[in-house]
C-alpha cells in the first residue's frame, strides 16, 4: 500500500458525459501527479500540482483539468468524453516538487462506451 | 518522440538465475532514473534509481547499472525470484531550463518479466 488513494476505482460511462476522478496523496507528500495509461501509450503524464499551484502540464488535453485543494487532495476533471479517453488513470504524490520517488495510487479504470 | 524505450516487451527467466531488463534514453537533459514495478490491478511500485551523477546503485537483490555516454540504463535482478514476475518501466525526469526539476517522469513502454519456478 503506497499510501496514495484513488476513487473510484472503475468508472464506467457514455461518450460525451463528464467525469471527475479523485486523488488524496501520501501523508505530509505536498506534490500530485496524473499519469493516464492506454493500452498503446503506456504511462504518460498529464499534469503536476504542487501545493495547491500547476507546476508542469504534460500532453493533457483541453477537455481535462485538474486542480489541487487545500487539503492537497487533487481531482482530475474530464469532459465530454470520448472512446480514446478509456484507459487507467493514476495519480501519485511525492514530497517535493522535484521529488525523486513517486508513489503511485492503484489507479481509476475509466470505460467509456 | 519516445524519449524512453524498452525494446524487449516480455523477458522469461528461471528462478534464481540473473534478470536483465534494458532501457536506452534519447534526451540528454535526463538527470534522474527510476524503475518501477507493477503488477496488475495495481499501481506502479518504485523499485530503485540512480542519479546521472552515479554508474551504480545497489538494493539488496536490484542493481540499476547507468552508461550515459551510451545513453543506456539495465536492471539487475539477482537471483530472480518468481514473485519478481511483473511488468518493469523504467522512467526519466528531466531537468527543466534553470536547472529545476520538476518531477514530471517520461515511462518506457514496459517490460513484462516472468520468473519460472
Known amino acids: 500500500d503506497s499510501g496514495v488513494t484513488q476513487t473510484p476505482k472503475h468508472l464506467i460511462t457514455a461518450t460525451g458525459q463528464r467525469v471527475t476522478l479523485r486523488c488524496s496523496p501520501r501523508?505530509?507528500?505536498?506534490?500530485v501527479y496524473w499519469y493516464q495509461q492506454s493500452l498503446d501509450q503506456g504511462l504518460q503524464f498529464l499534469i503536476q500540482?504542487?501545493?495547491?499551484?500547476?507546476?508542469a502540464k504534460g500532453n493533457i488535453l483541453e477537455r481535462f483539468s485538474a486542480q489541487q485543494f487545500p487539503d492537497l487532495h487533487s481531482e482530475l476533471n474530464l469532459s465530454s468524453l470520448e472512446l480514446g479517453d478509456s484507459a487507467l488513470y493514476f495519480c501519485?504524490?511525492?514530497?517535493?516538487?522535484?521529488?525523486?520517488?513517486?508513489?503511485f495510487g492503484p489507479g481509476t479504470r475509466l470505460t467509456v462506451l | 518522440d519516445q524519449q524512453v524505450k524498452q525494446n524487449s516487451p516480455s523477458l522469461s527467466v528461471q528462478e534464481g538465475r540473473i534478470s536483465i531488463l534494458n532501457c536506452d534514453y534519447t534526451?540528454?537533459?535526463?538527470?534522474?532514473f527510476l524503475w518501477y514495478k507493477k503488477y496488475p490491478a495495481e499501481g506502479p511500485t518504485f523499485l530503485i534509481s540512480?542519479?546521472?551523477?552515479?554508474d551504480k546503485n545497489e538494493d539488496g537483490r536490484f542493481t540499476v547499472f547507468l552508461n550515459k555516454s551510451a545513453k543506456h540504463l539495465s536492471l539487475h535482478i539477482v537471483p530472480s525470484q518468481p514473485g519478481d514476475s511483473a511488468v518493469y518501466f523504467c522512467a526519466a525526469r528531466r531537468v527543466e531550463r534553470g536547472g529545476t526539476s520538476y518531477g514530471k517522469l517520461t515511462f518506457g513502454q514496459g517490460t513484462i518479466l516472468t520468473v519460472h519456478p
Open positions: 501519485a504524490s511525492s514530497v517535493r516538487s522535484g521529488g525523486n520517488e513517486q508513489f
Open positions: 534526451n540528454s537533459m535526463f538527470d534522474y
Open positions: 500540482y504542487y501545493n495547491g499551484e500547476e507546476r
Open positions: 540512480i542519479s546521472s551523477i552515479k
Open positions: 501523508s505530509g507528500d505536498l506534490s
